[in-house]
């Protein structure tokens, strides 16, 4: 089974600056897919990023990207310029590739509170 | 385009009580699921289902029952409810093909059972 592990359980920044938020999972496919979930305190889970296993590139929306270190099985959300909105909860989440019934079947890390300090 | 819709967004149940947490999702989507959300826990996955008609277990699936007679509803029944299913509950969906394939959220429905 996979397993998706979030080491930080709460993490702090101060506005403009950068953080990086860390993500290692356990898995023996070779195709799947990882996520950064942003959840504020409305509860809502929002898609901040993805990433392809089988892209080398990693992948960049605005002012978040990843490192994706596949041999280490590890996933990292850095933020940068961060800003008071930012502040929630982030989940790391796996789903396997395409085929049979993995569609829909995320595993999720235990989450990492972000503290954004004015 | 309303997209996964829940409801009700909060519900407070008598130990032993039934009921049934509601997902409608407009964008017809083959895939849909069920999550509990707990304290420390991140998501987990109750049931899932891969079209109408079809549906399977999850990692936390007793004390929960789904069925999917449409590809756009998806109903969660609590048979008997007990205090450990205090939780957030969220559905999502997904389409089958594409490119990664987003899955979609609802906004949760907080369920306290007392």
């Known amino acids: 089974a996979q397993t998706v592990t979030q080491s930080q359980p709460e993490m702090s920044v101060q506005e403009a600056e950068t953080v990086t938020l860390s993500c290692t999972y356990d898995?023996?496919?070779?195709?799947?897919?990882l996520f950064w979930y942003k959840q504020p305190p409305s509860r809502q889970m929002i898609l901040v990023i993805r990433?392809?296993?089988?892209?080398?590139q990693n992948a960049t929306e605005n002012r978040f990207s990843v490192n994706f270190q596949k041999a280490a099985k590890s996933f990292s959300l850095k933020i940068s310029d961060s800003q008071l909105g930012d502040a929630a909860m982030y989940f790391c989440?796996?789903?396997?590739?395409?085929?049979?019934?993995?569609?829909?079947?995320?595993?999720f890390g235990q989450g990492t509170i972000l503290t954004v300090h004015p | 385009n309303a997209g996964v819709t829940q409801t009700p967004k909060f519900q407070v149940l008598k130990t032993g009580q039934s009921m049934t947490l509601q997902c409608a999702q407009d964008?017809?989507?083959?895939?849909m699921s069920w999550y509990r959300q707990d304290p420390g826990m991140g998501l987990r996955l109750i049931h899932y289902?891969?079209?109408?008609?079809?549906?399977d277990q999850g990692e936390v699936p007793n004390g929960y029952n789904v069925s999917r007679s449409t590809t756009e509803d998806f109903p969660l029944r609590l048979l008997s409810a007990a205090p450990s299913q205090t939780s957030v509950y969220f559905c999502?969906?997904?389409?089958?093909?594409?490119?990664?394939?987003?899955?979609?959220f609802g906004e949760g429905s907080w369920l306290t059972v007392v």
């Open positions: 989440a796996y789903r396997r590739g395409a085929g049979g019934t993995s569609y829909g079947k995320l595993t």
């Open positions: 289902s891969v079209g109408a008609g079809i549906t």
């Open positions: 898995t023996s496919e070779s195709d799947y897919y």
């Open positions: 999502a969906s997904s389409y089958s093909q594409g490119s990664g394939n987003t899955i979609y």
């Open positions: 964008m017809n989507h083959e895939y």
């Open positions: 990433q392809e296993a089988y892209k080398q």
